[in-house]
């Protein structure tokens, strides 16, 4: 019998040498930190590109709110964000962004109620967010390819943001008899376009099958529907739970979990934030100095 020599793979070689590059620690080249330091931790890092990331949570919880956080936070680090809202134009997006980086509510900007300390926060916010790789797009369109190519004039981007699932349009010619069969259609196209742009695409989702009144009302997996698609196809889950919103006094104001419930490279569990509602923002509770 001839004994054939297997051919190494460039990508495995590739993948030799970078490892035993890789200083201890080191975070490697296709992750994405969030900027929150105790779920880049449970997440070895952060995000990874070419991952399919799902984000849910209750009405109200602050899905929205936390995904733009994590945007910013990336943006900060000088990586390409791209942020497609199914809900809110440029200007509303970045009114909340101001809100969220110079603590102040969306009321006081809207009327200009503003302290002489509340004005300068608001004026080193806008420093920061300036000059940005913060492009906002809207997320309605004939179709998924449609919205898609939005992206092609945009370079170096590690994330794409999409605000929600529910409104993400359906693959062109490719529509499904029921609303679930579209949405787990639609889930494994955005898996696609992950690995295609070579993108962290974070999709924030609602829950069709939560139920509030339950013994434990903590999302888990089934919570969110279309056929067990997000479950499947989803490289990483996040879910906010905030427990003052099913428990009446109980639940400290604002405390939040972020659980993970599922992790295809690594661990589930959860991490504590903290959710400064008038601001629309989430602060992580090891570092909330951030």
Known sequence: MTTRRLAKRPSLESLVQRVDAQRPGEITGDTIPTGYGSVDKILGGGLRRRDLVVLGGDIGAGKSALALGIALRVAQQGLGIAFLSGEMDEERLMERALAIEGRVTIDELRVAKLSDQTRAGIGGAAVR??????????????????????????????????????????????????????????????????????????????????????????????????????????????????????????????????????????????????????????????????
């Open 129 to 290: 967010l300036r000059g940005l790789p913060f492009t906002v797009l809207p997320l309605a369109a004939p179709d998924l390819e449609t919205m898609a190519e939005r992206l092609d004039p945009l370079r170096q981007l590690a994330l794409v943001v999409m605000d929600y699932l529910q409104l993400v349009p359906v693959p062109a010619g490719d529509s499904r008899s029921t609303q679930d069969e579209d949405m787990a259609l639609t889930l494994r196209r955005l898996k696609a376009l992950a690995l295609e742009r070579q993108v962290v695409l974070l999709v924030v989702s609602q829950l069709p099958q939560f139920q509030a009144g339950r013994d434990n009302p903590r999302p888990n997996l089934d919570d969110y529907g279309h056929l067990g698609a997000v479950k499947q196809h989803a490289d990483v889950v996040l879910s906010i739970f905030r427990e003052e919103m099913y428990v009446a006094g109980r639940g400290v104001e604002g405390a939040t979990e972020l659980l993970v419930n599922k992790n295809r490279n690594g661990p589930t569990g959860f991490v504590d934030l903290y959710f400064y509602r008038r601001w629309m923002r989430f602060e992580d509770m090891l570092d909330p100095d951030r």
